[in-house]
Each structure stands twice: as C-alpha cells, then as structure tokens.
C-alpha cells in the first residue's frame, strides 16, 4: 500500500488544501494529512482540535483518508506511519525554492522518502491560509475560498476584532 503524506498546519484548511488533497488520493491507496500541532514559525489562531474537525467535515465523503496531528520532525512521522512520500503543494515560482530546500533536508534525514509536488487548480493557485485569514481579518468574504465550517468559524473569530 502506497501511504502519502501532507503535512501543514492548515491553519485554516483551504479551498486550495481540499483540491490538493483529491488530486494526492488519485495517487495514493492512503493519504494522511498530518496536521502540525505547533511550530516555531507560525502561531495558529485555530487549536489543533478546531483544525482537525474543520479537515475531517469537509473530507468526510473521502476514502482512504487520516487525519493525524503530529510534533516535532516530519521524517520521523512519514517513517513510523509507513509512508513513502511527503505531498505538497505548490502554487508558485517563489513556493517552489522553499519547498525544493525542504524536499532536501528531508531527504538528507531520511533518504527513503520522496517529495510529491502537486499543482492546484489555477482558480486556488494562488491561495493561501495567510491570505484567508487577511481577507477574514479584515471583513472580506472568504465564501469561495473556504468550506462553510471555516468561513463560519473565521467571522466568528474575527467580529469581535
């Protein structure tokens, strides 16, 4: 069984999250999307329980799909859940510098693995979590770049701003 994994902190999951996770499940027998409880670069306005639930209600109808949270290194989650590749995704020439320099340190900590890059499609290319949470901030509809849960929960978040 090929197992793949996405990573990120979904932060939150995105229009642009959901098409990549479908077009990684035409690859994949499993998919995992491994959704990172913390990191030192980014502080999330959503809880890791909060961003689980957002990813398992607009997944539910998907087969073959995880939904896991997970600290620390990547690698060591990929080897222990029996993955053989790291899905990402990329929406740019600047995505694409970062996201080669982590392919490689990844594959520098653990030669097995493979880094699978996926394109959205061009109506989410150039989406972002952080440009979500910009537009939702400041009074902007995220309606068609968020599942309804999210937008919900956004406006919610952000009215007593």
């Given at each position: 069984m090929k197992i793949g994994v996405y990573p990120g902190t979904f932060d939150p999951i995105t229009n642009g999250h959901l098409d990549v996770i479908k077009r990684a499940l035409k690859i994949f027998d499993k998919l995992i999307v491994a959704v990172a409880i913390s990191s030192y670069k980014?502080?999330?306005?959503?809880?890791?329980?909060?961003?689980?639930?957002?990813?398992?209600?607009?997944?539910?109808?998907?087969?073959?799909?995880?939904?896991?949270?997970?600290?620390?290194?990547l690698v060591k989650f990929v080897k222990q859940r029996g993955a053989v590749a790291i899905v990402r995704g990329l929406r740019a020439v600047s995505d694409y510098e970062f996201e080669l320099q982590l392919a490689h340190a990844n594959r520098r900590l653990y030669r097995d693995?493979?880094?699978?890059?996926?394109?959205?499609?061009?109506?989410?290319?150039?989406?972002?979590?952080?440009?979500?949470?910009?537009?939702?901030?400041?009074?902007?509809?995220?309606?068609?770049?968020?599942?309804?849960?999210?937008?919900?929960?956004?406006?919610?978040?952000?009215q007593k701003q």
């Open positions: 980014k502080s999330p306005i959503f809880t890791i329980d909060e961003r689980i639930a957002f990813i398992k209600e607009t997944t539910v109808e998907l087969k073959n799909l995880i939904v896991e949270p997970f600290d620390g290194l693995i493979e880094t699978v890059f996926l394109m959205p499609s061009e109506e989410f290319s150039f989406l972002s979590s952080s440009i979500v949470k910009e537009i939702a901030y400041f009074g902007g509809s995220v309606k068609s770049l968020v599942p309804p849960t999210v937008e919900k929960a956004l406006k919610q978040k952000f």
